[in-house]
């Protein structure tokens, strides 16, 4: 069973950082590539940013592009989204998810986290 853990998510103002993990297992972390996806208030879940399961590619939204750096921490087999220059826009609940395939689209996913909070303050 493929589970993963999201935490870092807080309140933050407008210019900050936060950096947010997605902790997995063994198998996981070397078999699947990751991605991050947020759910802003009364919208639809959108792409951040994604990482093939070899760490050899990277993905990103452009909406993030610049501000957004997402990596593998392989002792730890952690993913981070290291997120600078926040802005209230970025607000929203953070998924990571897991594919056999990196993808921009949810429907690529087959496995997802909880969640976590960002706010973003003005």
């Known amino acids: 069973q493929v589970q993963l853990v999201e935490s870092g998510g807080g309140l933050v103002q407008a210019g900050g950082s936060l950096r947010l993990s997605c902790t997995t297992s063994?198998?996981?972390?070397?078999?699947?590539?990751i991605g991050w996806f947020r759910q802003p208030p009364g919208k639809e879940r959108e792409f951040v940013a994604a990482?093939?399961?070899?760490?050899?590619?990277?993905y990103y939204a452009d909406s993030v592009k610049g501000r957004f750096t997402i990596s593998k921490q392989y002792s730890r087999n952690t993913v981070y989204l290291q997120m600078n220059s926040l802005k209230p826009e970025d607000t929203s609940v953070y998924y990571c998810?897991?594919?056999?395939?990196?993808?921009?689209?949810?429907?690529?996913?087959?496995?997802w986290g909880q969640g976590t909070q960002v706010t973003v303050s003005s």
């Open positions: 998810a897991a594919a056999s395939f990196v993808g921009g689209a949810d429907h690529d996913y087959d496995y």
């Open positions: 063994g198998r996981t972390f070397s078999t699947y590539a």
């Open positions: 990482i093939s399961s070899s760490g050899g590619a990277t």
